[in-house]
C-alpha cells in the first residue's frame, strides 16, 4: 500500500490501507485474523481485485472484534468526506462479512451512490433492537447509536444494496430481515451455512460477485445462477443431507 497509495495507523485497533490503482473502488472491513486464517493468500480480499481488473482499494482492517466502532474511523471517513476523496471514482463498492458486513452498511453512508454487498451483516448490537441475539454479549458495550450506528439507516443513500445470508441460521436472517429499504436485495443461500465468503470462494463464484456488483450487473436472478454451483460443493451436499435426514426426508437423502 505504501508503494501505490497509504498506510495509515488509526489508533491502536485499526489501519487504513489505500491502493490507488484505477477508477473503480473497492472498500473492504476485515479483521487480521480473518486475512491470516480465512484468507488463502494472507491478504486483505481487495488486493486480488486489484491485480485482475485494476481496481482501487480501500481496506479498513481491525485487531480483533471492534466492530469498527471507534472515533478514530469515524473521523477518517469524516476526512475522506471533507476531501471529497470517493467523489473522485466512478464507482464505489463497499464489501464486508458479518462484522465487515456491519462496517460496509454502515459507513457507506459517507458515499452516497455507492454499491453495497455485504455477506450475513449485522444491524447493530443495541439491546434495545436486536434484544433476540444472545451472541456477543461482551461486545454490546459498545456504543452502536452514535455516528455511523444503525447499519440499516446508513444504506438510505446507496445505489444498490446486497445482503446474502443462510435463512436457515436463525439469527443472521433476522438481522438481514431489519434491512428493509426498497434498494435492498436480499440474496438468500439456504443450507450454505454461515461462512459464505468461504463457501463462495469454494464455489469459485466470490469474486465473480464482486465484479458484477461493481458493475451494476448484479441482481437476485444472476446469483441464483450462480449459486447453482453449490452442487458441487461437497461440503454443502454433506450439510444438505444432513438437513433431509433431520426432517425426515430420508427418500430425498
Request: with cysteine; net charge negative; proline share 5%.
Amino acid at each position: 500500500a505504501e508503494e501505490h497509495g497509504y498506510y495509515e495507523p488509526l489508533g491502536d485497533k485499526h489501519v487504513a490501507a489505500f491502493i490507488d490503482a484505477g477508477p473503480c473502488l473497492l472498500v473492504t472491513f476485515e479483521s487480521f485474523d480473518e486475512i491470516v486464517e480465512g484468507n488463502r493468500d494472507r491478504e486483505p480480499r481487495g488486493f486480488s481485485m486489484v491485480r485482475q481488473h485494476g481496481w482501487s482499494h480501500l481496506s479498513i482492517i481491525s485487531n480483533g472484534p471492534s466492530w469498527f466502532r471507534d472515533s478514530r474511523v469515524y473521523r477518517y471517513f469524516d476526512r475522506l468526506v471533507d476531501d471529497g476523496f470517493f467523489e473522485d471514482f466512478e464507482q464505489v463498492l463497499f464489501y464486508g462479512v458479518h462484522r465487515g458486513g456491519y462496517a460496509a452498511t454502515a459507513f457507506s453512508v459517507a458515499a452516497p451512490g455507492a454499491r453495497i454487498l455485504a455477506l450475513r451483516p449485522v444491524a447493530t448490537l443495541d439491546p434495545k433492537v436486536t434484544f433476540w441475539d444472545g451472541r456477543y454479549r461482551s461486545d454490546r458495550r459498545l456504543n452502536f447509536n452514535d455516528r455511523y450506528g444503525y447499519a440499516p439507516e446508513m444504506v438510505e443513500g446507496a445505489a444498490e444494496v446486497f445482503i446474502a445470508y443462510d435463512p436457515y441460521e436463525h439469527l443472521d436472517a433476522c438481522h438481514a430481515a431489519l434491512f428493509r429499504k426498497p434498494h435492498v436485495t436480499s440474496l438468500p443461500c439456504p443450507i450454505v451455512g454461515p461462512q459464505l465468503d468461504r463457501a463462495f470462494d469454494r464455489m469459485g463464484i466470490h469474486d465473480v460477485m464482486l465484479k458484477l456488483a461493481m458493475d451494476g450487473d448484479l441482481d437476485a436472478k444472476r446469483f441464483a445462477q450462480l449459486l447453482r454451483a453449490r452442487r458441487y460443493d461437497q461440503i454443502y451436499v454433506r450439510n444438505l443431507v444432513k438437513y433431509l435426514i433431520k426432517a425426515n426426508h430420508d427418500e430425498f437423502a
